[in-house]
């Protein structure tokens, strides 16, 4: 299914399918997808009535569940121990662009932000699909930029979703502004597709692996890193999912979204 352009609808129609999309995902992540040990729960962001977040917890060796911080987005918990079986893969990802972070750099630039935490488990990854709100304003988005630095100093793994045009806060998509607050480099999204799909491996040598995409073309299973190396991943079946989600949109709005 191609990607729709969704600036032809309002944004309360995009949280309904956020909320769709992130369910669709955590199907597939309890489904198998995740090593042994991890599982995934809908969370609720602070202040807000409906769950659009995705936690990941595991079970510790004492058999409690256990989660660190808190974030809008999906999270991963480290097990305590090595998961005997556990299958990552370690072949670089082939995406269109792929960079590394010169480590000078980013300390240099690091800034004292760190991640709330409520348990004795490290977060390793986080996927977020972001929504129009987290552009919406000087304020948000800055917020926004901070959370996914503070996840990166801090050895968090990221995968980023943008389905929405680059704004005048974000000119050269969400992976310019947030390289450029690491690293100091500027990037360029090219000129055939302006949306983004953005992993990040947290590992001692930062790493950006992206894929831009336009309004018509599919989306391509992205990595998640999950090794504390930032080499080991598994791969986001982001293409399945949007399509299940976009199913259970009304009639009406995916017929908005279809039309020519």
């Known amino acids: 299914m191609p990607l729709h352009d969704w600036t032809r609808v309002d944004d309360g129609i995009f949280h309904d399918f956020h909320l769709a999309w992130i369910a669709e995902i955590r199907r597939d992540l309890n489904g198998g997808l995740l090593p042994e040990g991890y599982f995934a729960l809908a969370e609720q962001v602070a202040g807000i009535g409906n769950p659009d977040v995705l936690a990941l917890h595991n079970t510790d060796v004492n058999g409690d569940d256990s989660l660190d911080g808190h974030m809008n987005g999906t999270y991963t918990s480290r097990p305590t121990e ?75 793994h990221l995968l980023l979703v943008d389905v929405h045009p680059p704004t005048r806060r974000d000119p050269a998509g969400i992976h310019g502004d947030i390289w450029g607050e690491l690293t100091g480099e500027t990037f360029e999204l090219p000129a055939d597709a302006d949306r983004t799909l953005a992993a990040y491996s947290a590992g001692p040598v930062k790493a950006a692996f992206i894929e831009p995409v336009a309004i018509g073309q599919s989306l391509r299973a992205m990595p998640l890193f999950l090794s504390r190396d930032g080499v080991g991943y598994i791969e986001v079946p982001l293409e399945s999912t949007y399509i299940a989600a976009f199913k259970g949109l009304p009639s009406r709005y995916r017929q908005i979204l279809n039309a020519s």
């Open 82 to 156: 090595e998961v005997a079986g556990t299958a990552l893969l370690t072949a670089p990802p082939h995406t269109r662009i792929s960079t590394r972070a010169d480590n000078e750099s980013y300390t240099r630039r690091q800034r004292q932000l760190t991640i709330r935490h409520i348990s004795g488990d490290r977060i390793v990854a986080l996927i977020e699909i972001v929504s129009a709100g987290n552009k919406s304003n000087n304020r948000d988005w800055s917020a926004f930029i901070d959370k996914v630095l503070a996840s990166l100093y801090n050895g968090v």
